[in-house]
């Protein structure tokens, strides 16, 4: 399967405090990474303020979000802020969106919002794109959306840059390229940029990680999870490379723990 070139990206979050962020942003750039991705939580520093000032430090870096959240914002909103970035960074941003998690039902109530059935916070998705578009004009914001279900991999078809498959860890192989296929199929002749998240390199599991997940390092290698990404380098770029070749997936982001493990491949394979 013909396949773009690789990029990397970094998911971290502000959490520490200034200081080490822009640290993250630098020591990201330095090695190589294309984008420095965050998450979008009410426990943590707003994202788009975190990557302002990334993107402040750096000469190169994208920033993106990773994923804002549909109910801790309105669309119109979302697409305030997304656009704003755009604007700051000079065309450095990519915006990921997301339906959220269940567990983000409390903090939309903080927020005085409402959570939303599955189907409004996809249409929440859809009209913050829409918005940010208008709100371009002559400008471009790359859009990625978190596609899990039918529905949402149909809207990422028509309306995403980047799609990144929502999944569990545990989703096949089979499965992640039958979603794929049916989403190329709806995007008919849209040019879209695949992308997947990797949780492990390694075959360690930092205790945080594992709570997310929800399953153990011996399971992950036992179900050979696409959130997993082990071996010598030159077996981890031969994964990589497959998953190009057989998925279609070029652009790969890893959790900020592994930064600088992930990073050689990053040297290795980007633009290639």
């Known amino acids: 399967m013909a396949g773009k070139a690789f990029r990397f990206g970094v998911v971290a979050a502000a959490g520490e405090g200034g200081a080490k962020w822009r640290e993250t942003a630098l020591r990201a750039e330095a090695l190589g990474y294309s984008t420095l991705l965050s998450p979008d939580n009410l426990n943590l520093p707003t994202p788009t303020a975190a990557l302002a000032a990334a993107a402040a430090v750096t000469t190169e870096l994208r920033v993106g979000s990773f994923v804002l959240a549909s109910p801790l914002r309105t669309a119109r909103a979302a697409a305030w802020e997304a656009h704003s970035l755009t604007a700051v960074t000079e065309g450095r941003f990519e915006l990921g969106l997301g339906t959220g998690l269940p567990s983000m039902r409390q903090q939309a109530g903080e927020l005085g919002l409402p959570y939303g059935s599955g189907q409004e916070r996809l249409d929440s998705i859809s009209e913050t794109v829409d918005h940010v578009r208008r709100l371009d004009g002559d400008a471009h914001t790359p859009v990625m959306i978190a596609a899990g279900g039918p529905k949402a991999r149909a809207l990422a078809a028509k309306k995403a840059d980047i799609v990144t498959l929502a999944g569990g860890p545990?989703?096949?192989?089979?499965?992640?390229?039958?979603?794929?296929?049916?989403?190329?199929?709806?995007?008919?002749s849209r040019d879209l940029e695949f992308a997947m998240n990797i949780w492990v390199v390694g075959e360690r599991v930092p205790p945080w990680i594992r709570g997310f997940l929800g399953v153990d390092a011996e399971t992950l290698i036992e179900h050979d999870s696409l959130a997993m990404l082990r071996g010598g380098a030159d077996a981890m770029a031969d994964e990589l490379e497959r998953r190009r070749d057989e998925l279609g997936i070029s652009?790969?982001?890893?959790?900020?723990?592994?930064?600088?493990e992930f990073a050689p491949l990053v040297a290795r394979l980007t633009g290639k």
């Open 170 to 188: 545990l989703t096949t192989r089979e499965e992640t390229a039958g979603h794929l296929s049916e989403i190329r199929a709806e995007a008919g």
């Open 251 to 260: 652009y790969f982001s890893v959790n900020g723990a592994f930064i600088e």
